[in-house]
């Protein structure tokens, strides 16, 4: 069993890419794939867009997944392995969440050692000025300890700006691989799967 953990603030289009890449890496790879949402606010829509979709969603409605929920998620992907045994569990956490506290919760599972563990990082383009400013330490360590990068609704910004959130988001991690797409309009999504499913 694998994890992706998909991280991003809210508002940044995760859900919208998310149902875009696992809808392909179930069309490329014929894996079977569990979401768990924890988003505030959006929880219940999220997770009926996405069983339309024929996607199974447990949903963690109180609380953030990687502190108060830290108990509960290991649970949680026990039932889910012990019940439904995925091949690749999606968990896209609350928005202030860093993902590498899910990776250090998943240090203490009682199940089967997890094949790998990534993280992908939604960044919105259009908002990134303001959300850098006001959210500066979460961002950063979203960032920081992502394995991808991607930097959502490039087609509402400029190029010039787009290279700004770019250089900006290089001085956090220089070597992550880092793709501007657009859940909106479909762009790059299949480049943003090549590097999630690539082994």
Request: with cysteine.
């Amino acid at each position: 069993m694998e994890m992706l953990i998909v991280a991003g603030f809210l508002g940044s289009g995760k859900t919208t890419l998310v149902l875009s890449a696992i809808s392909r890496i179930i069309e490329r790879t014929g894996k079977k794939v569990v979401i768990i949402v924890n988003d505030f606010g959006t929880v219940g829509i999220d997770g009926k867009v996405m069983e339309k979709y024929g996607l199974k969603v447990a949903e963690m409605a109180s609380g953030c997944i990687c502190c108060t929920l830290g108990g509960d998620l290991l649970t949680t992907i026990q039932d889910i392995e012990d019940n439904i045994k995925p091949d690749l569990i999606v968990i896209e956490p609350t928005g202030l969440a860093d993902p590498s506290a899910i990776v250090d919760a998943m240090q203490h599972y009682p199940g089967k050692p997890l094949e790998r563990i990534r993280s992908a990082v939604i960044i919105d383009a259009a908002r990134f000025p303001s959300i850098y400013k006001a959210l500066n330490r979460p961002l950063t360590n979203q960032v920081k300890n992502a394995d991808l990068v991607l930097i959502n609704k490039i087609d509402a910004v400029t190029p010039d700006a787009l290279s700004m959130v770019e250089a900006e988001l290089r001085t956090m991690n220089a070597d992550v691989p880092m793709i501007a797409v657009s859940a909106l309009n479909d762009t790059n999504i299949d480049e943003a799967v090549d590097v999630m499913v690539a082994s």
